[in-house]
């Protein structure tokens, strides 16, 4: 055990140091094109992927749900991409990226946001493969333990995010997991497309309009908008690592948004975790493929415990990146114990609402105004907030709200009474693009149109 210790830390210190918000040297920039592509790929693919693809249908035909998915993934991925390609451009995590346009100070309000979505996500994993786990553990040996099997996938992941992200891609996902997952997604694509016959003609029900599906597709990749630098910024420059993000995640997304569709309208399946991994062991038969999927999923929740810390940092870079790993890991912990399935595709829309318009900003300050580029100083100059940033982002932040309010009962109740005393009908639902593309529109024009400058 000990020798097993000492040869872990030095993989540790060599291939995963833990670099805060520094921009991360050159020469430990590790990663090619294939390695972030596998990375994203791995991220957008899972358990919950598929629940939300289950949101789509009965709602949608198949037919209009598939195009939903093709055109949400294609529109999402191109901001992430973006993203990405900042933060291997500047070798800083997401949240720093933000203190240009934000000011230093200002940063720590999406940096809290995001920690809160994050802590949230991770609740939200370790509760979907702890339920998944029990059921595949019910069926192979006989012993069910939800408490259990959540504290177990909850100190997996923990240990995935305190090893770091390069430790995870070069020796978890490119020499085991990927192939796992690979070879789980197409053993139940090919036994639910065999069973899936009558389901191709199938007109929807109503109550979802189109355009408000293609933001449920869209939120997937919006919320990893607020990662996506935390692991680009260890891709060699020049290595293509922006196409392998757009092409990595929107395969996966695609893919997996597809089967959750498939499985509702194939099995009647409910759109939550136990519903749809039921429905996959009655598909594809036996708990195997549940657990083989679990190792899909436990990359998800990696992803969520090691941003949340590095977030975290960018308002107290002198805590240790590990301890806050752990500390993160053990709050989901604790949250998923009381977890339920309620009101999650709220919880989707919330979370566009917040970082859609909040990524506008962004990439109009970095792509139009400073044409692609901070460097070190810009990005580290001391500065208090850039409240015209604020005003950008929470104007998107009202459209978006306009067409899809969502949150507690009460937020949207004064939401409701803002727009009746203007005179505006509330809500939008008759959108004709959705709540997205008009949110970040707005976001991305004021930005421009406000002086950057203005500092309290």
Do not use: H
């Not at 901001?79 to 240009?100: D, I, K, Q």
């Not at 029990?134 to 192979?140: I, K, T």
Request: hydrophobic share 55%; charged share 15%.
């Amino acid at each position: 055990m000990a020798r097993v210790a000492e040869r872990l830390e030095k993989i540790l210190q060599r291939e995963t140091p833990a670099w805060g918000i520094r921009p991360v040297p050159p020469e430990r920039r590790d990663l090619g094109g294939l390695d972030v592509a596998v990375l994203w790929f791995d991220l957008s693919v899972g358990l919950l992927v598929m629940v939300t693809g289950a949101l789509l249908v009965p709602a949608l035909g198949t037919g209009r749900a598939f195009l939903a998915i093709g055109v949400g993934t294609f529109i999402g991925c191109v901001p992430l991409a973006l993203v990405a390609l900042a933060g291997e451009r500047e070798g800083v995590p997401t949240m720093v990226l933000l203190r240009p346009v934000l000011g230093a100070r200002g940063s720590f309000l999406p940096s809290a946001l995001n920690v809160v979505q994050l802590v949230g996500w991770a609740a939200v994993e370790f509760w979907a493969m702890g339920e998944v786990a029990n059921v595949a553990s019910a069926r192979l040996f006989g012993f069910e333990s939800p408490v259990f099997w959540l504290a177990v996938v909850a100190i997996v992941c923990t240990a995935l995010a305190v090893a770091g992200p390069v430790l995870v891609v070069r020796r978890w996902l490119e020499r085991f997991g990927i192939y796992v997952l690979l070879g789980t997604g197409l053993w139940i694509t090919v036994e639910v497309l065999r069973g899936s016959g009558g389901i191709w003609g199938s007109a929807g029900s109503g109550g979802l309009p189109f355009w408000l599906a293609v933001d449920l597709v869209i939120v997937m990749p919006v919320s990893w908008l607020p990662l996506a630098a935390d692991y680009n910024r260890f891709a060699r420059p020049g290595s293509r690592a922006t196409l392998g993000t757009y092409a990595g995640y929107a395969a996966g997304n695609a893919w997996f948004y597809a089967l959750g569709v498939l499985l509702v309208l194939a099995t009647g399946a409910s759109a939550d975790a136990l519903g749809i991994g039921s429905a996959i062991v009655g598909v594809a038969g036996g708990g195997v493929v549940l657990v083989a999927l679990l190792v899909g999923e436990s990359d998800n929740a990696f992803a969520d415990i090691y941003s949340a810390a590095v977030s975290t940092q960018n308002v107290a870079s002198e805590v240790s990146q590990r301890g806050l790993a752990v500390a993160v890991g053990a709050l989901g912990f604790l949250l998923a114990l009381a977890l339920t399935a309620e009101r999650y595709e709220q919880f989707l829309f919330l979370i566009g609402s917040i970082f859609v318009p909040l990524t506008a900003v962004f990439l109009a300050d970095y792509f139009v105004r400073s044409r692609g580029r901070y460097g070190e100083a810009e990005v580290f100059e001391p500065s208090g907030v850039r409240w015209l940033a604020f005003v950008s982002w929470a104007a998107g932040f009202v459209v978006y709200q306009w067409c899809v309010p969502t949150g507690p009962q009460g937020w949207i109740d004064v939401v409701g009474r803002v727009f009746d005393a203007v005179g505006l009908p509330f809500p939008l639902f008759g959108s004709a693009l959705g709540a997205s593309i008009p949110s970040f529109v707005v976001a991305f024009a004021l930005t421009l149109l406000l002086p950057r400058r203005a500092t309290r």
